[in-house]
């Protein structure tokens, strides 16, 4: 039986669903998974770092780094893209908006300035593509 039911999980994992769940299950995990499909998260801890979006602030071992606008965008995208190499271009679009007319360069700028502030070992550098939140576990709160 339990055989089965390990084939249906798969089945239907490859077939392109994001999650599956069991029943009975928990209705706090099942809440859980709902807020992580749905980027409903709010605070994101990895390292000693917390990112904190409901209160736009960003820490770093319990220090509030004062990061301006653009840099808490930045982490955002970030956060919500581990993992994901992501180009100047995605980055000022996403960040900056599509109707930017200014120098992309503009992105080593600010990712320059943030890391000072969180750390240079949290943002990778892909010369010629882009820029990686390093693969770190980030554990939610």
């Known amino acids: 039986m339990n055989i089965l039911i390990a ?11 994001d999650d ?19 980027n409903m998260e709010t605070q994101y801890r990895f390292g000693p770092l917390l990112v904190d979006l ?14 301006t606008h653009k840099e808490l965008q930045l982490m955002k995208y970030f956060v919500h893209n581990k993992g994901k190499v992501l180009t100047r271009t995605s ?4 960040v900056w908006g599509f109707d930017y007319f200014g120098d992309e360069r503009t ?8 890391r000072e502030k969180i750390g240079e070992e949290w943002i990778f550098t892909h010369r010629g ?11 939610r709160n």
């Not at 980055?91 to 996403?94: A, C, F, G, S, V």
């Not at 593509?129 to 554990?139: A, D, F, P």
């Open 107 to 114: 992105v080593d700028v600010h990712i320059r300035r943030l």
């Open 91 to 94: 980055l000022l679009d996403h």
């Open 54 to 67: 409901d209160k736009q602030k960003v820490w770093r071992a319990g220090n509030d780094l004062h990061v």
């Open 7 to 17: 084939d249906d999980e798969l089945l239907v994992l490859q077939s392109g669903a």
């Open 20 to 38: 599956y769940v069991r029943k009975p299950f928990d209705p706090r995990v099942l809440l859980v998974r709902a807020k992580k499909m749905l």
């Open 129 to 139: 593509m882009g820029y990686t939140l390093t693969s770190c576990i980030i554990r």
